[in-house]
């Protein structure tokens, strides 16, 4: 079973940057994808990005490509997601989540950091 906690989330002004972190814990990952979600008030949740464990092939949503960067750090387990240029729009609970690299849908999840920017 895999564990997951989200931090580093917070208030910041439009155009700053935070950096989120997701610590994983329970089993190796290496042949697992993480992956970043956010669902804004009265909003599907939606796809951020996402990394494979092993080689760190990555992928974005249109939405946030060139402000997000997504990473992980093998030696801590831990994921990140770091976020530059937020606008109001950005404002949202953030998730990670984490799936075997088989499977089509993510099974385990953090509890969430919320994440808002201000105009």
């Known amino acids: 079973q895999v564990q997951l906690a989200e931090s580093g989330g917070g208030s910041v002004q439009a155009g700053g940057s935070l950096r989120l972190s997701c610590a994983a814990s329970?089993?190796?990952?290496?042949?697992?994808?993480m992956g970043w979600f956010r669902q804004a008030p009265g909003k599907d949740r939606e796809f951020l990005a996402a990394?494979?464990?092993?080689?760190?092939?990555?992928a974005y949503a249109e939405p946030i490509k060139g402000r997000f960067v997504i990473s992980i750090d093998n030696v801590k387990n831990v994921g990140y997601l770091q976020m530059y240029g937020l606008r109001p729009e950005d404002t949202a609970v953030y998730y990670c989540?984490?799936?075997?690299?088989?499977?089509?849908?993510?099974?385990?999840w953090g509890q969430g950091t919320q994440v808002t920017v201000s105009s």
């Open positions: 329970g089993r190796t990952l290496s042949m697992y994808v």
């Open positions: 989540a984490a799936k075997p690299r088989t499977h089509a849908t993510y099974e385990h």
């Open positions: 990394i494979t464990w092993a080689d760190n092939k990555m």
